[in-house]
C-alpha cells in the first residue's frame, strides 16, 4: 500500500511539472486537494489538466470564467459558485452535459475549502 502511495505522488509530481504546475504544486494544500479527488474519483468525470471533454466538463481553468448552465443561467465560477457546484451537484450542471449524474458525497468544511482552493489553481 505504501508503495502504491509513492508512485501516484511521483505521477501527479510528474504530471504537475510536465503540465507546468510548478506555481501550485508549491502548495501543500494543492497536493492534499489532488488526493481528495483521487479520493472522490473527480477526474473519472472531470479532465483536470486539460481541457478535454469528459462525462463532465474539464475543471482546468474555470475559475473567474462564466458558466452556462442547464437553465440558461450564467455565473461566473468564483469561489461561491465552485463550492455551491461542489455542494448541490446537480443545481449548477453546465450547459451541454447531462444533469443529475454526479455522485452525492459528504464533504467536510475543510475538504470543500481544498477542493475549491485546488480547482483554483487547476
Not at 494544500?29 to 474539464?58: A, N, Q, T, W
Amino acid at each position: 500500500m505504501i508503495a502504491k502511495d509513492k508512485i501516484k505522488k511521483y505521477i501527479i509530481f510528474c504530471i504537475l511539472i510536465s503540465t507546468n504546475y510548478i506555481k501550485a504544486q508549491e502548495s501543500p494544500e494543492f497536493e492534499i486537494g489532488l488526493e481528495l479527488m483521487d479520493k472522490y474519483s473527480c477526474s473519472l468525470c472531470h479532465s483536470l489538466f486539460d481541457k478535454r471533454r469528459l462525462v463532465g466538463p474539464s475543471l482546468k481553468g474555470i475559475y473567474k470564467t462564466n458558466r452556462k448552465l442547464t437553465n440558461n443561467e450564467v455565473k461566473v465560477a468564483d469561489e461561491n459558485y465552485l463550492k455551491d457546484a461542489i455542494i448541490n451537484r446537480n443545481r449548477a450542471t453546465v450547459s451541454g452535459f447531462q444533469d443529475n449524474l454526479h455522485p452525492k458525497y459528504t464533504f467536510t468544511e475543510e475538504e470543500l475549502k481544498i477542493l475549491v482552493s485546488t480547482i483554483k489553481n487547476l
